[in-house]
């Protein structure tokens, strides 16, 4: 029996997201039908509204959340009924060129449910595969992965996108270590995970750069040493400063615009490392200097969902948060009803906001 269930759904571009009665199916084969708890309200969201990632609408948003697995499929035996979950947007396959040469990471054939769900009939496209802005979700069951219950839903569940973005993008992606300098570009959710993640991994300098001052004095909370409001002041000229003229060793783009991209760029230090986490839209471009991109040496990279291993990294930062040793409390700026999703996207918009959670 397929299950009818309250969820919030972009129909066209631009619009208002509404709340809409939606038709989740039974799980088939390797599919998972999980009751959501919490599911946090991510930039990614706005960017499918907006049209910004595809036309692929009437789209089912929702993708950064935790809840109870409340049904399986055949062949399920990575989660069973009950399990506490943490939903991921890149269950790896196994089998592609990239998992076959040990990388499942960047696995280059990541799924998520065959069957869909439905509005009125018509075919919804979850977010990210995921869609859990919605009583109950189906997911391909390495989409789930089983985390420590002792954490609370609202904040486990922001692993699952934004803050496992960023403390990837710098514990994996730029390899922060002991002793480095880092700086991060946008202290949204993701750039404080990326400063969080930079402040575990040992990091001694860390500059947080955005346009806002709020988000700076935030960013301070999860260990920036620095910040620079670059409405003020030259980024670029800031970072040399404060590391002694030469720049950082690992530079993060959270924001996905080609300035803060460019300023990351020129904000390295020689051999250093660039991380673009902040996602660009198809008509952006960059233009760089070869003899720069030569001359400076070092690395340029993506980041894709922090590069993580959601069954290797979910449980274990879940862990360091229970732990007390990762401050996740303090990515949730506010819990929201289902019907308040188009708000808190105004209060994202508006910057008011580090993550709302919508709770179940
Ligand atoms: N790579 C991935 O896997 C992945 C995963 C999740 C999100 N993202 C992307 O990461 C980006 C950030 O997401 P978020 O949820 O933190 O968004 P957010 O809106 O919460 O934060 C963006 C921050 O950037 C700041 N900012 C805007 N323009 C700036 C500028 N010119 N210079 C400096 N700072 C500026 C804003 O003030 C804000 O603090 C988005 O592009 C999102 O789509 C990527
Ligand atoms: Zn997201
Ligand atoms: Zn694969």
């Not at 480095?180 to 001694?204: E, N, P, R, W, Y």
Request: proline letters at 4%; a negative charge.
């Amino acid at each position: 029996m397929p299950h009818s269930v309250r969820a919030v759904v972009a129909r066209s571009k631009g619009e208002p997201v509404t709340v809409e009665i939606i038709e989740v199916p039974d799980p088939g084969p390797g599919e998972v039908l999980v009751a959501v708890q919490a599911c946090g309200v991510c930039h990614t969201d706005l960017h499918y509204r907006e049209g910004a990632i595809n036309d692929d609408f009437p789209f089912l948003l929702g993708h950064e959340a935790a809840g109870i697995v409340e049904e399986i499929g055949t062949g399920v035996t990575n989660v069973a009924v009950g399990d506490f979950v943490v939903l991921n947007w890149r269950a790896v396959c196994g089998q592609c060129r990239s998992c076959l040469r040990g990388r499942p990471w960047y696995c280059f054939a990541t799924h998520n449910a065959t069957q869909k769900m439905t509005l009125d009939g018509v075919e919804l496209s979850p977010a990210l595969g995921i869609g859990a802005f919605a009583e109950k979700t189906l997911v391909a069951a390495g989409q789930a992965t089983k985390v420590d219950s002792a954490a609370r839903p609202e904040v486990a569940g922001l692993i699952g996108c934004g803050v496992m973005a960023g403390l990837g993008a710098a514990m994996n992606t730029g390899g922060v270590s002991r002793g480095d300098s880092v700086a991060v570009f946008g202290c949204g959710g993701v750039g404080d995970a990326a400063i969080a993640g930079s402040h575990l991994a040992g990091a001694h300098t860390i500059i947080a750069v955005d346009i806002d001052d709020r988000k700076l004095e935030i960013a301070r909370n999860f260990g920036a040493t620095h910040t620079v409001n670059s409405t003020s002041e030259d980024p670029i000229e800031a970072i040399r400063g404060l590391t002694g003229g030469n720049g950082v060793d690992v530079a993060i783009e959270a924001v996905g615009l080609p300035a803060t991209y460019e300023q990351a760029f020129y904000s390295r230090d020689l051999a250093g490392t660039v991380v673009l986490v902040g996602v660009p839209n198809p008509e952006m471009k960059i233009e760089l200097p070869m003899i720069e991109v030569f001359g400076r040496g070092g690395t340029l990279k993506s980041s894709w969902y922090g590069d993580c291993l959601p069954s290797r990294d979910f449980p274990m930062l879940i862990d360091l948060y229970l732990q007390g040793r990762l401050d996740l409390d303090r990515f949730v700026s506010e819990t929201i009803a289902l019907d308040k999703v188009e708000e808190a996207f105004h209060a994202m918009e508006r910057g008011e906001v580090l993550r709302s959670v919508v709770v179940l």
